[in-house]
T-cell receptor, first 117, second 116 residues
Framework: AAGVIQSPRHLIKEKRETATLKCYPI?????VYWYQQGPGQDPQFLIS???????DKGSIPDRFSAQQFSDYHSELNMSSLELGDSALYFC????????????????FGPGTRLTVL | AQSVAQPEDQVNVAEGNPLTVKCTYS??????LFWYVQYPNRGLQFLLK??????LVKGSYGFEAEFNKSQTSFHLKKPSALVSDSALYFC??????????????FGAGTRLAVHP
């Protein structure tokens, strides 16, 4: 079965550089979520999109922005990178069910490991 | 505020023995509860979820979890552990009544080590 695709899988950047992470949801999934997992930590919710509109926002720094495109893929743009941004960034997707978004299962991609030097 | 607690950093089990990974939650309304497993250098894999109905939920790879409202717990169980079950397990909760209904709140994770 098709899974969530994230690219790149690994990314190394210098401080103050920018980075763009891409996420391709499972076919027919219309909701995308972004999470950040620091070393030895649990995943923290950043932001989500439903039908190309931002649906929820978590602890996402102002230096980060994201969007969902007409083909439902999403991009997370990160500027003025800091050492503390080094983490594993997960994208997840879910289908819209009749029960509403709260009951939907989020299916995670393999993650992008960002290292800021 | 909604939260999830996994009281054990690590659980050690002998292969073939039953395993339990504990999870307790705190939400304002009826919780939606999830278990995920993370293998090294891999993403989070969905195991099972509780939304409503039967308190015993069966999931992937022979795992099951029991929802206990009075104890606010959602412990993950498996009757007979395999060495290949060794991984990091996350409990997560969604509280649709406290706003921000899209996000999953994760516990700190429990590392399961199954010994031959």
């Amino acid at each position: 079965a098709a899974g969530v695709i994230q690219s790149p899988r690994h990314l190394i950047k210098e401080k103050r550089e920018t980075a763009t992470l891409k996420c391709y949801p499972i076919p027919r999934h219309d909701t995308v979520y972004w999470y950040q997992q620091g070393p030895g930590q649990d995943p923290q919710f950043l932001i989500s999109f439903y039908e190309k509109m931002q649906s929820d926002k978590g602890s996402i720094p102002d230096r980060f922005s994201a969007q969902q495109f007409s083909d439902y893929h999403s991009e997370l743009n990160m500027s003025s990178l800091e050492l503390g941004d080094s983490a594993l960034y997960f994208c997840a997707s879910s289908p819209r069910t009749s029960g509403g978004a709260s009951t939907d299962t989020q299916y995670f991609g393999p993650g992008t490991r960002l290292t800021v030097l | 505020a909604q939260s999830v607690a996994q009281p054990e950093d690590q659980v050690n089990v002998a292969e073939g023995n039953p395993l339990t990974v504990k999870c307790t939650y705190s939400v304002s309304g009826n919780p939606y509860l999830f278990w995920y497993v993370q293998y090294p250098n891999r993403g989070l894999q969905f195991l099972l979820k509780y939304i409503t109905g039967d308190n015993l939920v069966k999931g992937s790879y022979g795992f099951e979890a029991e929802f206990n409202k009075s104890q606010t717990s959602f412990h993950l169980k498996k009757p007979s552990a395999l060495v290949s079950d060794s991984a990091l397990y996350f409990c997560a909760v969604r509280d649709p009544f406290s706003g921000g209904y899209n996000k999953l709140i994760f516990g700190a994770g429990t590392r399961l080590a199954v010994h031959p």
